[in-house]
Nanobody
Framework: QVRLVESGGGLVQTGGSQRLSCAASGRSFNSYSVGWFRQAPGKEREFVATIAWNGRSIYYADSVKGRFTVSRDNAKNTAYLQMNSLKPEDTAVYYC???WGVGRSISGTSESTYNSWGQGTQVTVSS
């Protein structure tokens, strides 16, 4: 497993942008698929985006498609979530998660796929 630490959250105005980072410790980060999830107050945690270990498969939730971009820099052991055109309904705690991806066919949109989670970072979008 890898240890994950998110950063980059904060307060942003509607229509603004923010980039979240997910730094991984441990070896072989380039073998892990990464997912981003979020949990708004009073709601269940939901899938946001995922990127495969090799970066070749990327999926987004419909609610963020066209506004958010997931990427990774394996040389820096870091994954990113670039969020543009933010809306108040994007307000949530954002989590990154990782699971071994090489040689596996996984559902990157499912929470149960992942066995390493970060502590979360709060993103608040003001109206």
């Amino acid at each position: 497993q890898v240890r994950l630490v998110e950063s980059g959250g904060g307060l942003v105005q509607t229509g603004g942008s923010q980039r979240l980072s997910c730094a991984a410790s441990g070896r072989s980060f380039n073998s892990y698929s990464v997912g981003w999830f979020r949990q708004a107050p009073g709601k269940e945690r939901e899938f946001v985006a995922t990127i495969a270990w090799n970066g070749r498969s990327i999926y987004y939730a419909d609610s963020v498609k066209g506004r958010f971009t997931v990427s990774r820099d394996n040389a820096k052991n870091t994954a990113y979530l670039q969020m543009n055109s933010l809306k108040p309904e994007d307000t949530a705690v954002y989590y990154c998660a990782a699971t071994w991806g090489v040689g596996r066919s996984i559902s990157g949109t499912s929470e149960s796929t992942y066995n390493s989670w970060g502590q979360g970072t709060q993103v608040t979008v003001s109206s």
